[in-house]
C-alpha cells in the first residue's frame, strides 16, 4: 500500500513538473509573483522579530523597570521618564518592594553626557568619542552587567570613575587590565576618569548602547542639586522584588507624589502644587517594554514603535494574500486548458479526490519553488533592507528553527493557496467538458471579481500612504521653520580649548571673507544639541500664578544673526549695553503663555521665590527647536558662553575653501585635537531620518504591492479573454472592430479597479489623518493626492489589461470558433 502511494505521488509530482514546463509564462507569474511576496514577507518578519526581542537578555529582566510618569497639563497629557535628583533612594527607602533603584543620565544638559573628546595620557591625541551617560553604582548591580575586568560590585562607588565598554578598553588600552588607569575628557587635567572596570558590550537589541558610564557619585550640578525635588533630569531603573504586584505598588505612588512632590513644589512656590496628587502619576514600564512602547513618552532615548510593527505585519500579511489571491486567479483562469484532461481523467475512473490531491500537490511544489527563490531574493535584498531600516539584521540559517519553519511554512501557503483551486478544477463535470460547454467559470466571476477589488483596495491604500507620507516629509523639510539653516558650519567640540581660545577663534573666523558672522553656543535649533527646561512667571506674580514651563537658553551677542532669526519687536543684545547681562529675549510663545500684551520691558523671573529678575528686551519671531510633532515651546535666551558648539554663517560657493580655511584656524589653537563639523542643514534633516525611511519603506511596498496586483489582473484578463473568446469571434465576424473588442475588455476590468478606488479612498484618509495627527505642524490632505493615485492605478491596469486585450483584438475568429 505503501508503495501505491510513493508511486501516486512520484506521478502527481511528474505531472506537476509537466505542466510548470508547457506553460512557462504561466508558471513564471505564479511563481515569481509568490517569491516576491514571500521575500517581502521574510524581510518583514526578521525585522519584527528583532525588534520584539529587545532587552530579553539581562539577567531578572522580568523584575526590571523603568519609572515614568503621566501628567495632566491642565488638560493636556504628556508622559516623561525625568525624576528629581533623590527620588531613586526615597523609593527603595519607602517601599519594601523596591529591592534597588538607580539613575541613568545620558542628557546632553549634563556636562560629559552625550559625546566628548577622550585622552589617554596627559600629552596624547583628543578623539571624538560618544557613547557617555551618568550613572549611579545601583544600575550597574540592577542590571547585572557582565565585567570583563574590574568588580561589578564596586566599579562606579567611587567619585570619577567609569566604566568603559570592552571594544573601548581594547582601543586604549589593548592586551592589558586597564582599572585603576586615568582618562581625561574634554582636556580636563584636573578631574581625570579612573577605569573602575571593563563591561561587555551592550548588545545590539538592547535600548540602552552606552561605552562609557560615569559614576553620579559626589556629582552636582550646582549645589545642593541632589536633595532638591524640583527640578526633574534623572531616569530612574528599579529592581523589584520576587512576586511582586506592579498594580498594587503604584497605587501606593499617590501618597509618595504627595509625601515629596507636592511639599517641595509647594515649598518652592508652586500655587498649583496641591493638584499634583492627582495630575502627576508615578507608573512603572517593564523593561523589554521600553523600546516599542514609549513612543508617547519624552526621554532621550532612540526606540522604535509598536505602531510601526504592527504596521508592517499588516504589509506583510497584505502582500502575503495579494499573492494567493494571484494563485487562485491565475489557477482558474488557465481551467479551460485544463478541463478536458480533468474529463478524461474522470471518465477513465480518477476520483475527485485524486485530482484534488493531485492540484495541491502542484500548489505545494509552486510554493516550494517560490520560497526557495524568495530566499535568495531576500539574501540578495538583506543588504538594502537593512539600510532603508537602519539595522543590521542577518538571516539566521544556522538556527535550528529557520529551515524547518520555512519548510512548514511552504507546505502550509502551498496548501492555502491551492485549496480553492482544487476543489474548483477537481469539480468539472467531464459530460460537459468534453462536450466544449466551459460556462462553469462565469459562476465564480463574483469571487475573482472580488479579489480584484481587494488587491487594488491593499494597493491603493499603500500607494496613497506613500504620498502622504512624502508630502509631510517634503513639508518638514523645506518649511519655513524661523531660522535659516542653509549654509551653517557647526564646529563642534570647541569646549576643550578654554573660553578664551574659544572667543578668540570666532574673532579669527570673523576675519575670513567667506564669512558672515559667529556665533557660540550649545543650544541649537536641532536635536542633540543643549536644552534647559524652566519655569518662568511674570515678576510679583510667583506666589499666584502657576509656572509657565518652557526653555532657558544661553546665547551670544551674534547668535540671531548667525541663525537668520527674526525679531519682531525690541532689539538684540549689544556688547554697548552692560545692563545687557540681566536682560532677555523671548520667542512669541513666551509672550503669549504669559499672556503679555506689552512685553518689551517687562520683566520676568525663573525662580519661583523671584530672585532672578530678567527684563525683556526683544522678542523673536517662533521658530522649531525641537521635532515639528512638537508643539513649539516658550523660549528665553540671555547672554552666556556655552562653548562646545561654534556656528560660522558662510557666504560663498567654495567651500572646500571655507573648510581650508577653517581648519587653519583651527589647528592654531587645538593642535592636538581634529578639526569636526558638520553643517546644519544635514543635521537637520536627520531629525526626521524616520520619516524618510518610512517613505522609502512604504513605496518600496507599495511599487511590490502594484505588481503583485498587476499580476492578478493579467490573470483575470486572460480569464475573461478566454472565457469570452467565442464571444469575441462573433463580434469579429459581425463587423465589431479591434478597438471595440479592447474597449468590452477594459470596460470590466476598469470598473473594478474604479470600485477598489471607492473603497480604498475613505480608508486611506483616515489611516492619513491619524498619522499626521503625531505631528503638530502637518500638510494639509489635499484632494489631489487621492486623485494622482487614483489616476496611476488607473493607468497601471489599462497597461496590464492592454497585453491580453490586444492579443484577443487580433486573434482570428475562425480559430475560436472552430475550437
Request: proline residues 4%; glycine residues 6%; aromatic residues 12%.
Amino acid at each position: 500500500m505503501v508503495t501505491i502511494h510513493r508511486i501516486m505521488l512520484s506521478n502527481y509530482l511528474k505531472i506537476a513538473l509537466r505542466h510548470l514546463k508547457k506553460q512557462k509564462l504561466y508558471s513564471a507569474v505564479t511563481i515569481g509573483g509568490f517569491a516576491l511576496s514571500i521575500a517581502a514577507c521574510l524581510l518583514i518578519t526578521l525585522y519584527i522579530r528583532h525588534e520584539m526581542s529587545y532587552d530579553r537578555s539581562y539577567v531578572n529582566g522580568d523584575r526590571i523597570y523603568r519609572v515614568y510618569y503621566d501628567f495632566d497639563n491642565h488638560g493636556k497629557e504628556f508622559s516623561g521618564a525625568d525624576f528629581a535628583p533623590p527620588m531613586a533612594r526615597a523609593l527603595k527607602a519607602d517601599f519594601p518592594e523596591v529591592e534597588n533603584a538607580g539613575r541613568l543620565m545620558s542628557s546632553p544638559l549634563f556636562y560629559g553626557a552625550g559625546s566628548n573628546e577622550v585622552m589617554v595620557g596627559e600629552n596624547g591625541q583628543n578623539i571624538y568619542e560618544e557613547g557617555f551617560a551618568y550613572a549611579d553604582q545601583e544600575m550597574i548591580d540592577i542590571l547585572k552587567l557582565p565585567m570583563a575586568f574590574g568588580d561589578r560590585g564596586h566599579a562606579l562607588e567611587k567619585a570619577n570613575s567609569v566604566v568603559l565598554s570592552k571594544t573601548k578598553a581594547d582601543k586604549y588600552f589593548p592586551n592589558e587590565d586597564p582599572v585603576g588607569k586615568l582618562i581625561y575628557i574634554n582636556n580636563d587635567k584636573v578631574h581625570p576618569l579612573v577605569v573602575g572596570g571593563v563591561m561587555q558590550d551592550f548588545p545590539e537589541n538592547s535600548h540602552l548602547h552606552y561605552d562609557y558610564l560615569i559614576s553620579l557619585k559626589d556629582h552636582e550640578l550646582w549645589q545642593g542639586e541632589q536633595n532638591y525635588w524640583v527640578a526633574t533630569n534623572y531616569p530612574i531603573y528599579v529592581l523589584l522584588k520576587p512576586g511582586v504586584s506592579v498594580t498594587q505598588l503604584e497605587a501606593k505612588f499617590p501618597a509618595f507624589v504627595k509625601k515629596y512632590i507636592v511639599s517641595a513644589f509647594s515649598s518652592d512656590g508652586f500655587t498649583d502644587a496641591a493638584s499634583y496628587e492627582k495630575r502627576f502619576r508615578i507608573r512603572l514600564q517593564p523593561l523589554k517594554d521600553i523600546n516599542l512602547y514609549s513612543y508617547n513618552i519624552l526621554d532621550d532615548l532612540s526606540h522604535s514603535d509598536i505602531r510601526f510593527i504592527w504596521l508592517f505585519g499588516a504589509v506583510a500579511l497584505f502582500i502575503l494574500v495579494l499573492a494567493i489571491i494571484n494563485f487562485v486567479n491565475l489557477s482558474t483562469a488557465r481551467s479551460a486548458n485544463r478541463a478536458k484532461e480533468v474529463g478524461i481523467r474522470k471518465v477513465v475512473g480518477s476520483y475527485r479526490s485524486g485530482l484534488i490531491i493531485q492540484f495541491l500537490s502542484e500548489s505545494v511544489l509552486q510554493s516550494f519553488l517560490s520560497f526557495f527563490i524568495a530566499f535568495s531574493i531576500a539574501l540578495l535584498l538583506l543588504p538594502y533592507f537593512n539600510k532603508l531600516a537602519g539595522k543590521t539584521l542577518t538571516m539566521p540559517v544556522s538556527e535550528w528553527w529557520f529551515i524547518p519553519t520555512l519548510i512548514v511554512s511552504a507546505f502550509v501557503i502551498g496548501m492555502l493557496a491551492g485549496l480553492y483551486p482544487s476543489f474548483y478544477l477537481s469539480g468539472f463535470n467531464p459530460s460537459k467538458v468534453l462536450k466544449g460547454e466551459l460556462s462553469r467559470g462565469s459562476k465564480n466571476a463574483s469571487l475573482r471579481n472580488l479579489l480584484v477589488v481587494f488587491q487594488f483596495t491593499a494597493s491603493i491604500i499603500l500607494i496613497i500612504a506613500t504620498f502622504i507620507i512624502y508630502q509631510q516629509t517634503q513639508f518638514i523639510l523645506n518649511r519655513k521653520m524661523g531660522f535659516d539653516k542653509d549654509q551653517v558650519m557647526l564646529i563642534q567640540g570647541t569646549n576643550t580649548m578654554g573660553d578664551e581660545k574659544v572667543r578668540t577663534l570666532k574673532m579669527e573666523l570673523q576675519k575670513l571673507s567667506q564669512v558672515k558672522s559667529v556665533s557660540i553656543s550649545d543650544y541649537l535649533p536641532i536635536t542633540g544639541t543643549k536644552r534647559n527646561g524652566n519655569s518662568f512667571w511674570i515678576d510679583g506674580r510667583t506666589g499666584i500664578d502657576p509656572g509657565q514651563g518652557g526653555q532657558f537658553w544661553i546665547i551670544d551677542y551674534d547668535y540671531l544673526r548667525t541663525m537668520g532669526m527674526h525679531l519682531i519687536n525690541g532689539r538684540n543684545f549689544s556688547p554697548d549695553m552692560p545692563s545687557d547681562t540681566s536682560a532677555v529675549i523671548v520667542n512669541q510663545s513666551m509672550v503669549r503663555k504669559l499672556g503679555l500684551k506689552e512685553p518689551i520691558g517687562k520683566i520676568i523671573t525663573n525662580y519661583s521665590d523671584g530672585k532672578n529678575l530678567l527684563r525683556i528686551i526683544g522678542v523673536v519671531e517662533d521658530f522649531n527647536f525641537n521635532s515639528i510633532r512638537q508643539e513649539i515651546e516658550p523660549l528665553a535666551m540671555f547672554l552666556g558662553l556655552s562653548p562646545s558648539i561654534v556656528s560660522v554663517k558662510v557666504n560663498t560657493a567654495d567651500m572646500k575653501g571655507l573648510i581650508s580655511s577653517v581648519t587653519d584656524a583651527w589647528k592654531k589653537f587645538s593642535p592636538n585635537q581634529p578639526i569636526r563639523y558638520t553643517f546644519m542643514d544635514e543635521s537637520f534633516a536627520n531629525m526626521y531620518a524616520d520619516v524618510q525611511r518610512m517613505s522609502l519603506i512604504f513605496s518600496s511596498f507599495a511599487a511590490l504591492a502594484i505588481v503583485i496586483a498587476c499580476l492578478g489582473l493579467f490573470a483575470l484578463s486572460a480569464f475573461m479573454a478566454e472565457q469570452r473568446r467565442k464571444e469575441i469571434g462573433i463580434r469579429k465576424v459581425l463587423g465589431a472592430s479591434g478597438t471595440q473588442v479592447m474597449g468590452i475588455l477594459f470596460r470590466d476590468f476598469v470598473k473594478l479597479v474604479l470600485i477598489a478606488i471607492v473603497i480604498a479612498t475613505p480608508i486611506s484618509w483616515w489611516v492619513g489623518h491619524k498619522w499626521l495627527q503625531n505631528f503638530e505642524y502637518r500638510t494639509p490632505l489635499a484632494a489631489s493626492i487621492f486623485l494622482v493615485a487614483s489616476v496611476v492605478v488607473i493607468l497601471i491596469a489599462v497597461v496590464t489589461i492592454s497585453f491580453q486585450a490586444v492579443k484577443a483584438a487580433n486573434e482570428n475568429p475562425v480559430k475560436s470558433l472552430r475550437a
